[in-house]
T-cell receptor
Framework: QQQVKQSPQSLIVQKGGISIINCAYE??????FPWYQQFPGKGPALLIA?????SEKKEGRFTISFNKSAKQFSLHIMDSQPGDSATYFC????????????FGSGTRLQVQP | DTAVSQTPKYLVTQMGNDKSIKCEQN?????MYWYKQDSKKFLKIMFS???????INETVPNRFSPKSPDKAHLNLHINSLELGDSAVYFC?????????????FGPGTRLTVL
């Protein structure tokens, strides 16, 4: 049972465009929703995260939109750049202290120059 | 450099062998994790340790055994390796407590079982 569903699997965007990646979760006990960015041959690295009491969080060109009633959240990358080309994972965790992440299936983003 | 490090980076071995992957973090974190990333890039938690105590043990074959000699190290030992064990294994760490904290991932160990 996949608790966090992510789409699309892959995405091609032109430089300067907006990249949008969507995730949906099932477990309402999740209370922390990070996005991780992974470059080839590297480990995932935290990009931005949100808690469910906030509907939107913006950090630079990256924005998370969160819809608690729909149990959905999305990552928007404004003014996408070739350097943003990577695999993006949404994730969720719950509880206090030791928080293992439940990851989505990943989206491979290619930003064409 | 402060980081999560893993050795080896690549591991190629025959079916049936026993192998270990080592992980060390010098971030002073209390919690460490092992994740498995399969060929489709899907990342799944395997184990979580807090201060040398096993906290999370997902549905993983008992051929996999984590060992934490101290809170800065979490090693993964795999017995009787199978073809399906081929994957990239990531170690991660995070500090204890709330609010939620970033998990810092190591560079991964690519295991190939022939």
């Amino acid at each position: 049972q996949q608790q966090v569903k992510q789409s699309p699997q892959s995405l091609i965007v032109q430089k300067g465009g907006i990249s949008i990646i969507n995730c949906a979760y099932e477990n309402t006990a999740f209370d922390y929703f990070p996005w991780y960015q992974q470059f080839p041959g590297k480990g995932p690295a935290l990009l931005i995260a949100i808690r469910p009491d906030v509907s939107e969080k913006k950090e630079g060109r990256f924005t998370i939109s969160f819809n608690k009633s729909a149990k959905q959240f999305s990552l928007h990358i404004m003014d996408s750049q070739p350097g943003d080309s990577a695999t993006y994972f949404c994730a969720a965790s719950r509880g206090t202290g030791r928080r293992a992440l439940t990851f989505g299936s990943g989206t491979r983003l290619q930003v064409q120059p | 450099d402060t980081a999560v490090s893993q050795t080896p980076k690549y591991l190629v071995t025959q079916m049936g062998n026993d192998k270990s992957i080592k992980c060390e973090q010098n971030l002073g974190h209390d919690t460490m994790y092992w994740y498995k990333q399969d060929s489709k890039k899907f990342l799944k938690i395997m184990f979580s340790y807090n201060n040398k105590e096993l906290i999370i043990n997902e549905t993983v074959p008992n051929r996999f055994s984590p060992k934490s000699p101290d809170k800065a190290h979490l090693n993964l030992h795999i017995n009787s390796l199978e073809l399906g064990d081929s994957a990239v294994y990531f170690c991660a760490s995070s500090p204890e407590g709330s609010p939620p904290h970033e998990q810092f991932f190591g560079p991964g160990t690519r295991l190939t079982v022939l």
